[in-house]
């Protein structure tokens, strides 16, 4: 194909907005003309087609690797790198926008990664979490992960999947911010309690213990502790 048809090709794409890869073969398997392949095989790279095409001005602003660089930049000046933080940060600079940062690498998560800050947002996130349970324990009582789910909605906070996603369990979240209400035991008193309930009991088995627990009212086996090893003892 001649060089004159392929600019016409590509012009006639642009027409229908800025002309990326996705964008021209999606154009291309309805229209016809050269693949995005043969392009990048001919000319080298898409900035050189785009080139080709006299497209300069669809040519993003910044390079990936000023990109990396203000997200760094950023993430050392705000503190977090949330895309929402990011927004409000790079409208009041010369920085590539949140929307050139999307389109350069194809989604905010693969800039992060690039710029080795993933870590960061996990980090985020997981204190933004606990600072909303702590909240919710103010507002709560007893906080239990149905109401935390509705207070959550309301106030626009991390939802409960994301609590149970990042910590593993709701009861998980509770004892490791130390909200949980409910009682932890020794291994000495777990034995104990099996010994006292070995001794009421005909046949000590996991159900005629926690039968054996309602009726006394004797604490619960800590679920860090396999009822069925523990009785094994």
């Keep these: 194909m001649e060089e004159k048809q392929i600019i016409d090709q590509l012009r006639t794409a642009a027409a229908e907005g800025r002309l ?4 021209y073969q999606q154009w291309q398997k309805v229209n016809g003309g050269a693949s995005v392949l043969e392009l990048l095989e001919a000319y080298g790279s898409w900035a050189n ?11 993003p602003r910044f390079t990936k690797a000023e990109v990396l660089r203000s997200l760094r930049r950023a993430a050392k000046e ?5 895309s929402a933080d ?5 409208a009041e600079r010369d920085v590539p926008s949140l929307t050139e940062v999307v389109v350069l690498f194809g989604s905010w998560k693969v800039a992060l990664i690039e710029a080795d800050l993933l870590g960061m947002v996990a980090k985020d996130q997981k204190c933004e979490i606990i600072q909303s349970l702590l909240d919710a324990s103010e507002d709560i009582a007893p906080l239990t992960s149905t109401a935390y789910a509705k ?9 409960i999947t994301k609590v149970v996603r990042r910590f593993g369990s709701w009861t998980q979240a509770l004892e490791e911010i130390g909200l949980s209400t409910r009682k932890t035991f020794t291994e000495e008193e777990i034995v104990q309690a099996l010994k006292e309930a070995d001794e ?8 005629g213990y926690e039968m054996w627990q309602k009726k006394t009212g004797k604490g619960r086996l800590l ?11």
């Design 20 to 23: 990326t890869i996705h964008m």
């Design 151 to 159: 207070w959550a909605r309301a106030h626009q906070r991390p939802s």
């Design 78 to 82: 705000i503190g977090s790198i949330t």
């Design 49 to 59: 087609v785009l080139r080709l095409a006299g497209l300069d001005n669809q040519l």
């Design 200 to 207: 009421e009991l005909p046949v000590l088995s996991p159900w």
């Design 223 to 233: 679920k860090t502790f396999n009822r069925c090893s523990a009785l094994s003892r």
């Design 86 to 90: 990011y927004r409000k940060w790079a």
